[in-house]
């Protein structure tokens, strides 16, 4: 969710790069956006809602200052709700990323004196800052007591003009600490300074980072100990861009090939996933939104592949009551950021009844990789959309690998799934569809066994590329409900990634074109099954992955057709890191 930013060093023209790492974690929240940086008597501030404008002015300069992105959460998307937040005095302003659970109660309680200028339940955040300044104590000690009194999430970056001291700190959300060579700078995200840093490193949870111009500390919150900083060289896969794509959703379908085909030389990486399904009587899948239809599509081969009882549940559905075999549960989380609340929730609560855990991850080192005994990486890359495309292939190929490496009767060419796939982002026939289809007001979206979770994810993506509504049915399901929706031009889609599909996909289909639908079938359909065909496999264990493809190209040309920026849905954000 939100994007944090902070740079203490030499004086630079801060808005200018400021603005530069804002936008580059615009996928986190693009509500609105603020920079605040030591004017010299006060901490200006210039904020607005919407994304960040590309004409800002050039002539700040600074060597303090912070920024934000937000993802609204309390508040309206205003200009007073933006962030950065300051004190009564303008001396102290702060960003954060989170939520206050107790705000409502800390401001009753120690804050019935502040005249507040927004909603949020950030801006308590600078005026209990101040309250224990006025009480004596250095402005470390304030962040420190203050962030020692919030519940939930949160990560806080709060900048002092008297002394030109940044002072951070973070619980369960993300930060990382990046070393220039004319200062520091801090983000939810090392993208947004991959450029300028040439080392980071990973902010602990319940750390305190202080930063004056010549110098960066981690202290441990509680202890108040000085701990070691562990660098890190920057990655270079950080450095990346949209090089001849239109967007970052199209140029990171089309980065899937080259991905599959590094894959298939890394499939000993799930050795260990693979040991602990065989050992294991139990295995339950998890993750949110996309991350859960590629669970989904996992656990149809491993139910082949293993006698072990597979269930999948979505993250934010695992409670205390959801049934477990203590000791004897593998749970596998899967999630791009590794830092989704829900997912942290789901594994502390396995955790308690003595489940192992293993991810299927993105981020190596986010929170989740660090709770995990087994962690698969899905070498995705850099994945900027807030559509996830890439990296849902990656997480559906590690099940695939796995599921091959328990039962090699289920193995099957990932090159050749690879070069499957490129030649259906190449088929302008998509493109056409989604003409006919982007006008409508609803779309049906069907499918069987692995197709299920196919129709699942496409009728996602559509919804949240496009904001045309699609709903994901079971193909024998439709005439039990579903049907009543049809009318003349209704579009379904329809996927049969397997020749068991095929069957109730063509009954399917038939119903829907007899009540006048527009279907467009996906798989070896004939042309007169139904009123488009996109010719696709419909035989091997991962031709769902050529499916997929298709689908998330045809989600992409619907939302160019109705005028969305598929990189920026609206109301979301890349990584939810609350409730």
């Not at 562990?230 to 896969?237: A, F, G, H, L, M």
């Amino acid at each position: 969710m939100c994007g944090v930013f902070g740079y203490v060093g030499k004086p630079t023209a801060v808005i200018p790069m400021v603005a530069e790492a804002l936008r580059v974690m615009e996928y986190r929240g693009y509500d609105s956006w603020g920079i605040g940086w030591d004017q010299g008597s006060y901490v200006e501030l210039v904020k607005q809602a919407g994304r960040v404008p590309q004409e800002l002015p050039q002539d700040a300069t600074a060597s303090i200052a912070i920024g934000h992105t937000r993802w609204a959460t309390h508040g309206g998307v205003t200009d007073a709700n933006a962030h950065p937040h300051t004190d009564a005095l303008g001396q102290i302003a702060v960003v954060h990323n989170g939520v206050i659970e107790n705000a409502a109660e800390l401001k009753a309680t120690y804050l019935s004196d502040v005249t507040f200028r927004s909603e949020t339940d950030s801006e308590i955040v600078p005026h209990l800052i101040r309250r224990f300044l006025n009480g004596g104590g250095t402005f470390t000690e304030a962040v420190r007591r203050t962030f020692l009194m919030l519940e939930g999430s949160s990560a806080i970056l709060a900048i002092d003009r008297a002394s030109e001291m940044m002072v951070a700190v973070t619980s369960r959300s993300p930060l990382r600490l990046g070393r220039r060579t004319d200062g520091w700078e801090l983000a939810s995200d090392p993208l947004a300074f991959a450029r300028s840093s040439r080392e980071i490193a990973v902010v602990p949870d319940h750390h305190l980072v202080i930063l004056t111009r010549d110098t960066a500390q981690f202290v441990e919150v509680h202890a108040g100990s000085d701990v070691a900083i562990s660098w890190e060289p920057t990655p270079e896969e950080m450095q990346t861009s949209r090089g001849e794509f239109t967007h970052f959703t199209l140029k990171e379908i089309h980065d899937q090939p080259t991905m599959l085909a590094a894959l298939a030389t890394r499939a000993d990486d799930v050795q260990a996933l693979a040991h602990a399904i065989h050992t294991h009587r139990h295995v339950l899948l998890t993750g949110c939104g996309s991350a859960f239809y590629a669970a989904t599509l996992g656990a149809t081969w491993l139910q082949q592949a293993t006698d072990a009882w597979i269930d999948v549940i979505p993250a934010s559905e695992i409670s205390q009551t959801t049934r477990h075999m203590g000791a004897d549960t593998l749970v596998i989380a899967l999630t791009q950021s590794g830092e989704t609340a829900d997912v942290v929730d789901a594994i502390q609560l396995a955790q308690g009844w003595g489940a192992t855990i293993a991810t299927i991850i993105n981020t190596e080192t986010s929170t989740i990789a660090n709770m995990a005994e087994i962690v698969v990486p899905i070498l995705a890359g850099v994945e900027r959309s807030v559509l996830a495309t890439k990296s849902f292939m990656a997480m559906t190929v590690r099940l695939y690998q796995t599921a091959a490496m328990l039962d090699a009767s289920l193995a099957s060419d990932l090159l050749s799934a690879a070069d499957e796939i490129e030649a259906v982002l190449a088929d302008t026939n998509l493109a056409r569809i989604a003409e006919t289809v982007a006008a409508a007001p609803s779309m049906i979206v069907l499918g069987k066994d692995a197709g299920r979770a196919v129709a699942q994810e496409a009728a996602l993506k559509i919804k949240e590329g496009s904001y045309l509504h699609a709903e994901a049915f079971l193909s024998g399901e439709l005439k039990h409900g579903p049907l009543a929706l049809v009318q003349a031009g209704t579009p379904c889609l329809i996927f049969a990634t397997s020749d068991a599909e095929l069957k109730s996909a063509r009954i399917a289909a038939a119903e829907v074109m007899s009540r006048g639908g527009y279907v467009v079938g996906f798989g070896a359909f004939s042309p007169e099954e139904c009123t488009r065909v996109v010719s696709l496999p419909s035989s091997g264990t991962i031709a769902s992955l050529v499916h997929l493809a298709a689908a998330q190209k045809l989600a992409f040309f619907i939302a160019i057709e109705r005028g969305v920026d598929p990189d920026f849905p609206r109301n979301l954000a890349k990584s939810v890191t609350v409730r």
